[in-house]
Antibody
Framework: QVQLVESGGGVVQPGGSLRLSCAAS????????MHWVRQAPGRGLEWVAL????????YHADSVKGRFTISRDNSKNTLYLQMNSLKPEDTAVYYC????????????WGQGTLVTVSS | DIQMTQSPSSLSASVGDRVTITCRASQSISSYLNWYQQKPGKAPKLLIY???SLQSGVPSRFSGSGSGTDFTLTINSLQPEDFATYYC????????FGGGTKVEIK
């Protein structure tokens, strides 16, 4: 079965950096696009970024463009999110998620990792 | 950017009721509309994709309809496990989620 396990969350000061990882299993990782989606406490879902199956095309939300970078290592079945210049408004649970069929539909989600940006 | 507006933001219903949630896009998105269910403390779950296609394993009491800018998620005969928050998502131009609709027990 599909499993997505995020790690790397924690508390960081404003302006700091953090790298999230997502270990994938149960499917052919190198054949599917992958997303990061976040959810601030008590708020709705916000899409953050998508990377295509081969890593050649990446898309980032305007709210994180220039600060966050999505990447992947298909040899390790792992997805990453490098987050720089963090702001308090980046505080959220970050979900790693699998794209269904190259169509921006998310069919599997991890359990999430909490990132708190606070001094 | 395409904005997605859900209504209502919350509703109260009883077990056995028929529930309808609407989602409106700020521009036409054809049928590139998906629905998710999220329970407290859990990750979202895909229910419907491409406006009306039921995701594998999702009960048939869930259905979706619409095209263009106006879409509907219907839950027939609401069950105790259906009390949750529901989100629409457009996948026409990158992607955007709606603000969510919380379905509570009356």
């Amino acid at each position: 079965q599909v499993q997505l396990v995020e790690s790397g969350g924690g508390v960081v000061q404003p302006g700091g950096s953090l790298r999230l990882s997502c270990a994938a299993s149960g499917f052919t990782f190198s054949s599917y696009g992958m997303h990061w989606v976040r959810q601030a406490p008590g708020r709705g879902l916000e899409w953050v970024a998508l990377i295509r199956y081969d890593g050649r095309n990446k898309y980032h939300a305007d709210s994180v463009k220039g600060r966050f970078t999505i990447s992947r290592d298909n040899s390790k079945n792992t997805l990453y999110l490098q987050m720089n210049s963090l702001k308090p408004e980046d505080t959220a649970v970050y979900y790693c998620a699998k794209d269904r069929d190259g169509d921006f539909v998310v069919d599997y989600w991890g359990q999430g990792t909490l990132v708190t940006v606070s001094s | 950017d395409i904005q997605m507006t859900q209504s209502p933001s919350s509703l109260s219903a009883s077990v056995g009721d028929r529930v309808t949630i609407t989602c409106r896009a700020s521009q036409s998105i054809s049928s590139y509309l998906n629905w998710y269910q999220q329970k407290p403390g859990k990750a979202p779950k895909l229910l419907i994709y491409a406006a009306s296609s039921l995701q594998s394993g999702v009960p048939s009491r869930f259905s979706g309809s619409g095209s263009g800018t106006d879409f509907t998620l219907t839950i027939n005969s609401l069950q105790p496990e259906d009390f949750a928050t529901y989100y629409c998502q457009q996948s026409y131009s990158t992607t955007t989620f709606g603000g969510g609709t919380k379905v509570e027990i009356k």
